[in-house]
T-cell receptor, first 116, second 116 residues
């Protein structure tokens, strides 16, 4: 069945290193969301795209985070340089605005990031 | 921006009993309210959602009610089973005309424990 895929599933890195997380949305979906989950803050929206255009990235620290959609089948979230406070699980979700009957966001399995 | 409060943070019920989780939201423009279930190590999975033109929606053992005037919505699970044990999140968003919802604002989650 159709699923959102995310790679890597786990990433351990050292402070200052660049981290790139990838997401493949469900085929045919035109909206991609990035969320971050931590114990303290819960699930937070970082950014989202529709038809590959960024619609809202107000939840993202602009100085070190960047999100892109190189094509309709790939979304990336980069952190450069990474810091220990970036340790979290990062979720990608996809959806579509082409079906007026649904607004469901389908979540991927997440990337667990640990910055030492 | 939107703020979603969720209670309780932990709920323990006997198998077969009912469970109720409550959420309030702050932005009167919000019109889409999904509920997600998250199991350990997995991404959130939609279990039911409701739009602001509907007061109640039911799907087998799960129901959601919405009070727009009071800005609160609730999840009801009847005849609870061990597999219902998980963390449940409520969320709010704005669904645009023509389809497609904005990013979700989540509550902090409720850890539901089903006692055998």
């Amino acid at each position: 069945d159709a699923r959102v895929t995310q790679t890597p599933r786990d990433k351990v890195t050292e402070m200052g290193q660049e981290v790139t997380m990838r997401c493949q949305p469900i085929l045919g979906h035109n909206t991609v969301f990035w969320y971050r989950q931590t114990m303290m803050q819960g699930l937070e929206l970082l950014a989202y795209f529709r038809n590959r255009a960024p619609l809202d990235d107000s939840g993202m620290p602009k100085d070190r985070f960047s999100a892109e959609m190189p094509d309709a089948t790939l979304a990336t979230l980069k952190i450069q340089p990474s810091e220990p406070r970036d340790s979290a699980v990062y979720f990608c979700a996809s959806g579509t605005d082409r079906d007026r009957g649904t607004d469901t966001q389908y979540f991927g399995p997440g990337t667990r990031l640990t910055v030492l | 921006g939107e703020n979603v409060e969720q209670h309780p943070s932990t709920l323990s019920v006997q198998e077969g009993d009912s469970a109720v989780i409550k959420c309030t939201y702050s932005d009167s423009a919000s019109n889409y309210f999904p509920w997600y279930k998250q199991e350990l190590g997995k991404g959130p999975q939609l279990i039911i959602d409701i739009r602001s033109n509907v007061g109640e929606k039911k799907d087998q053992r799960i129901a959601v009610t919405l009070n727009k005037t009071a800005k609160h919505f609730s999840l009801h699970i009847t005849e609870t089973q061990p597999e219902d044990s998980a963390v449940y999140f409520c969320a709010a968003s704005i669904r645009r005309r023509g389809g497609g919802a904005d990013g979700l604002t989540f509550g902090k989650g409720t850890h539901l424990i089903i006692q055998p």
